[in-house]
């Protein structure tokens, strides 16, 4: 069986040999070539738990690779073809993937965490992450500014003032999901599956929540000027103190909603299924 990635860079490094020689309990660490060097000669594709901090890997093919348990800390990877890349449980601290094509890949238990006032957030922006696997990924305070998030699962995933402005989500599986503050003007949520999700004070304006699960969804305080919710499904959502102004319920069902002490001037309530809902007096 090939040795694994880890094990022939550490015997690379120390000039032993594979079979005798382990590498230590952290991680080793990787250069842009090497890593180029692993692939391009027919190699394994497996980066599983190396150290590739603040390495520039843009330009180098990483489809499919399996970089889980790896630390790409501060490493640019803008518009790095990731597709069905395994980044679990990966450390992507500071990373800028910005353009990447993360098609199908798994991310789940990433962390894209911004862990102090000084550091830098996770670059997504324009990202290509249709259909990935982000279960549980911490991506608080992310740039996912215009990121293709179709029909990706984010379930329980923390996206906590993230920057989601004009990002496509439809169909994205955004349940117990937390959003807490972030932004998602002009966002397109159609169809997506934000059940028990956490909006709470996040700015959604012109947001689409066309056709979209937003059964027990919190969304008190949200600014939701302008936002679509035709065909949603919001039955005991909570929408307190929410800016509603010019928003649209067009065939929604607002069964068991509160929109107690929220603005509703200029909202199009008229044509929803509002049988149960509570404060709701426009």
Known sequence: MQDSIVTRAWSFVTGG???????????PRLTRDEVVAHISDGGSRDLTGVDLHSVDL??????????????????????????GAVLAET??????????????????????LKTGAGDTPVMLARA????????????????????NLTGTLLREANLGSA?????????AILDGTSLRHSHLEGASLRGA??????????????????????????LEQCDLTGAVFNGA??????????????????????FGADFDDANIEGALLQEAHRDGAYNLNG
């Open 17 to 27: 040999s594979a079979e005798r020689d382990a590498p230590p309990t952290g991680r």
């Open 58 to 83: 843009t330009g180098v093919d990483l489809r499919g690779a399996n970089l889980s348990r790896s630390s790409l800390q501060g490493a640019n990877l803008a518009g790095v073809d990731l597709s």
């Open 91 to 112: 450390n992507l601290c500071g990373a800028t993937l910005s353009g990447a094509n993360l098609t199908g890949a798994d991310l789940h238990d990433a962390n894209c």
């Open 128 to 147: 290509n992450l249709s259909e990935a696997n982000l279960l549980g990924c911490n991506l608080s305070h992310a740039d996912l500014t215009e990121a």
């Open 163 to 171: 920057t989601l402005t004009g990002a496509v989500l439809d169909g």
């Open 193 to 218: 599956d934000l059940g028990t999700a956490d909006l709470a004070r996040s700015i959604c304006r012109g947001a689409d929540f066309s056709n979209a699960m937003l059964r027990r969804a919190n």
């Open 233 to 254: 499904d919001l039955t005991e959502a909570n929408l307190g103190g929410a800016d509603l102004r010019r928003s649209e319920f067009r065939n929604a069902t607002l």
